[in-house]
């Protein structure tokens, strides 16, 4: 498994603000997800980041909403850019972990999360 | 497209009962599952996985799930609930795009534990 530290864990924003959130890994990973938790809702994928090419965004997220950084095997940067309330959710930082075979199965390592309100 | 349908967006249970939280699964190829927990103001941890071996798959803490097919099914049960098992539980199917599998996850299902 992998320890995945973030920050902020928590913050209040106001509303046109941007925001930048760290994942640290302590060990090197190829492929880390981020994921956006709506209040009382599920998870939802916003973007794959691998080192060294561009973010990989799902349907409904946008990399001027949503730029992704990432510099090296252990580290990542989320921006929530141009805030609105609609934004207030908790990010969660992942990274993959499992293999059946020589094949990846999806399972996931989480942060602690960053809890964001923006006002 | 993979994804999974979880039953119950809230259960309650006494201390002591049965645990069971229910999750059925759309995959068109065999699937990876997954059953989450997060308790409040923290990240999810695994509990489980179900990766093509055996179909009784055992988690830590006392849950466990049974793999399905016929029934595309992968229930979480425990046999005896604790307080310390009140939390919000996630089911999740991994879906392969890009070159890798992600996880798509359920809306989740809230476990209450009454004495």
């Known amino acids: 498994s992998a320890v995945i530290s973030q920050k902020p864990s928590r913050d209040i924003c106001q509303r046109g603000t941007s925001l930048t959130i760290q994942c640290q890994v302590d060990?090197?990973?190829?492929?880390m997800f981020w994921y956006r938790q709506q209040p009382g809702q599920s998870l939802t994928l916003i973007a794959t980041?691998?080192?060294?090419?561009?973010?990989?965004?799902e349907s409904g997220f946008v990399i001027d909403k949503f730029p992704i950084s990432r510099p090296n095997l252990t580290f990542s940067t989320l921006t929530v850019s141009n805030m609105s309330p609609e934004d207030s959710s908790i990010y969660l930082c992942?990274?993959?972990?499992?293999?059946?075979?020589?094949?990846?199965?999806?399972?996931?390592?989480f942060g602690e999360g960053s809890r964001l309100t923006v006002l | 497209a993979q994804s999974v349908t979880q039953l119950g967006s809230h259960v309650s249970v006494s201390e002591g009962a049965l645990v069971l939280l229910r999750c059925n699964y759309s995959s068109s190829v065999p699937p990876y599952l997954f059953w989450y927990v997060q308790y409040p103001n923290q990240g999810l941890q695994l509990l489980l996985k179900?990766?093509?071996?055996?179909?009784l798959v055992k988690g830590i803490n006392g849950f466990e799930a049974e793999f399905k097919k016929s029934e595309t099914s992968f229930h979480l049960t425990k046999p005896s609930a604790h307080m310390s098992d009140a939390a919000e539980y996630f089911c999740a199917v991994s879906r392969f795009s890009g070159g890798y599998n992600k996880l798509i996850f359920g809306a989740g299902t809230r476990l209450a534990v009454h004495p």
């Open positions: 060990s090197q990973v190829t492929m």
């Open positions: 980041a691998n080192q060294g090419s561009e973010a990989t965004y």
């Open positions: 992942s990274v993959g972990g499992g293999t059946s075979g020589s094949q990846n199965t999806g399972e996931l390592f």
């Open positions: 179900y990766t093509s071996a055996a179909t």
